[in-house]
């Protein structure tokens, strides 16, 4: 059983940069894979990034490769989501998401939102042009 709390969400000018941080509850975080995904009004739920559980491996959606970057440290139990040159389409609230995976190699990276286990409540960016 994961709790996943998102945190550094706001309001921010287009071409600017924010890093959003997922906490997790429980001695076993080292063992999730975790995602970042977003969703913004009258659209599908997107997956943006991915890491494994070891940060061994990662894997980016082509919406956000060179401007996003996802990281981990287990110490800290927390997933960053560091987020460069926003645009106003990148408006939207920002969910983090956690996978079991300790049966898995680290090159296990889920993108499907079927695939998590665990999800936080979310986190609003918007970006204003």
């Known amino acids: 059983q994961v709790r996943l709390v998102e945190s550094g969400g706001g309001l921010v000018q287009a071409g600017g940069s924010l890093r959003l941080s997922c906490e997790a509850s429980?001695?076993?975080?080292?063992?999730?894979?975790m995602g970042w995904f977003r969703q913004a009004p009258g659209k599908e739920r997107e997956f943006l990034l991915g890491?494994?559980?070891?940060?061994?491996?990662?894997y980016y959606a082509d919406s956000v490769k060179g401007r996003f970057t996802i990281s981990r440290d287990n110490a800290k139990n927390t997933v960053y989501l560091q987020m460069n040159s926003l645009k106003p389409e990148d408006t939207a609230v920002y969910v983090c998401?956690?996978?079991?995976?300790?049966?898995?190699?680290?090159?296990?990276?889920?993108?499907?939102?079927?695939?998590?286990?665990?999800w936080g409540q979310g986190t609003q960016v918007t970006v204003s042009s």
């Open positions: 429980g001695r076993t975080f080292s063992t999730y894979a």
């Open positions: 890491i494994g559980a070891r940060g061994g491996s990662t």
């Open positions: 998401a956690a996978k079991n995976a300790i049966y898995y190699f680290d090159t296990y990276v889920p993108t499907r939102s079927g695939e998590y286990d665990y």
